[in-house]
């Protein structure tokens, strides 16, 4: 079945840091792809999407690519903030509109 | 904008209670999702519906069970808690045939002693 493999946190960086987020998936076809991200207590926030390959999924200042031929949609921010710790999943859509989800990386942004 | 409402927020219940979580979709969509998330894991999906029919099944329960109104709220009953059903419980909307996102609520944490 569908699956989606990601980098396993903790995660903690310094303000302004480099982020990058691995995530690489496994399905039939070719599914939708979502990174999600979760606050303290909060519920799951759609960050980005790409429903087929090369595209290019932005918000916020985080991106990520859809890339077919490597299976992954990493995610990433040139300059991370104390206010994006939180924990981030990966996830795919299969044909039936169901969601799989990865493992989550919680980040924590220092100051 | 309205978004997914979930009810109640929290929950607390003993060992073979039953509990009842509600679910309001945002207004016009026509699809619900429930997903389950334990303590530290990832969401797991349930079950979910489209036009008020069961359209897929996932890791959920015998002791579960769910259904969609006519006004497109769901409820998900379960049954004959266990400890391990302790965890939160997320509903998602989407209009199938026009949004290709699911919009999810904030959540009901239920908990069973």
């Known amino acids: 079945g569908d699956s989606v493999t990601q980098m396993e946190g903790p995660v903690t960086l310094s303000e302004e840091a480099f982020l990058t987020i691995n995530c690489t998936y496994t399905?039939?076809?070719?599914?939708?792809l979502f990174w999600y991200v979760q606050y303290p207590g909060e519920g799951l926030q759609l960050l980005l999407k790409?429903?087929?390959?090369?595209d290019k999924g932005s918000n916020k200042g985080f991106e990520a690519t859809y890339r077919k031929e490597t299976t992954s949609f990493h995610l990433e921010k040139g300059s991370v903030q104390v206010s994006d710790s939180a924990v981030y999943f990966c996830?795919?859509?299969?044909?039936?509109?169901?969601?799989?989800f990865g493992t989550g990386t919680r980040l924590t942004i220092i100051p | 904008a309205a978004g997914v409402i979930q009810s109640p927020r929290h929950l607390i219940k003993e060992k073979r209670e039953t509990a009842t979580l509600k679910c309001y979709p945002i207004?016009?969509?026509?699809?619900v999702y429930w997903y389950q998330q334990g303590p530290g894991q990832d969401p797991q999906f349930l079950i979910s519906f489209y036009e008020k029919m069961q359209s897929d099944k996932g890791s959920i329960p015998d002791r579960f069970s769910a259904q969609q109104f006519s006004d497109y709220h769901s409820e998900l009953n379960m049954s004959s808690l266990e400890l391990g059903d302790s965890a939160l419980y997320f509903c998602?909307?989407?209009?199938?045939?026009?949004?290709?996102?699911?919009?999810f609520g904030p959540g009901t944490r239920l908990t069973v002693l």
């Open positions: 207004p016009r969509h026509d699809t």
């Open positions: 790409a429903t087929k390959a090369d």
């Open positions: 996830a795919l859509r299969d044909p039936n509109e169901k969601l799989t």
């Open positions: 998602a909307s989407s209009l199938v045939s026009v949004i290709n996102e699911q919009f």
């Open positions: 399905a039939t076809g070719y599914p939708s």
